[in-house]
């Protein structure tokens, strides 16, 4: 389990853009899974999307599919979220997680970072 720092969020205007980085400070497995999720005011925490940290297979919630864009640097243990043609309602806290099987839950990642806010303004 390593330590996650989500970095890149910001405030916007709908319709721009933004990429998040969740950074691990030490080694990543090859079986692990890279989650990322959101939360906004008054809600619950949401599935946002994942991808393999062996592989590039990615898998999205329906809400931002064909918008984000979830990648991995592996020389660089880090994670990133692109965000494009973002709405107001993806604004929240958004947080990288660690775990060991694809999942949408919460309750299957053992390791969260403490997340990034991003905005967005009509």
């Known amino acids: 389990v390593q330590p996650l720092v989500e970095s890149g969020g910001g405030s916007v205007q709908a319709g721009d853009s933004l990429t998040l980085s969740c950074a691990a400070s030490?080694?990543?497995?090859?079986?692990?899974?890279i989650a990322w999720f959101r939360q906004g005011a008054g809600k619950e925490r949401e599935y946002v999307g994942a991808?393999?940290?062996?592989?590039?297979?990615?898998y999205y919630a329906d809400s931002v599919k064909g918008r984000f864009t979830i990648s991995k640097d592996r020389a660089a243990n880090t994670v990133y979220l692109q965000m494009n043609t973002l709405k107001p309602e993806d604004t929240g806290t958004y947080s990288c997680?660690?775990?060991?099987?694809?999942?949408?839950?919460?309750?299957?990642?053992?390791?969260w970072g403490q997340g990034t806010q991003v905005t967005v303004s009509s």
């Open positions: 997680a660690v775990g060991a099987s694809l999942s949408s839950m919460t309750y299957d990642y053992f390791k």
């Open positions: 030490g080694r990543l497995y090859s079986s692990h899974i």
């Open positions: 991808i393999r940290w062996s592989r590039d297979s990615t």
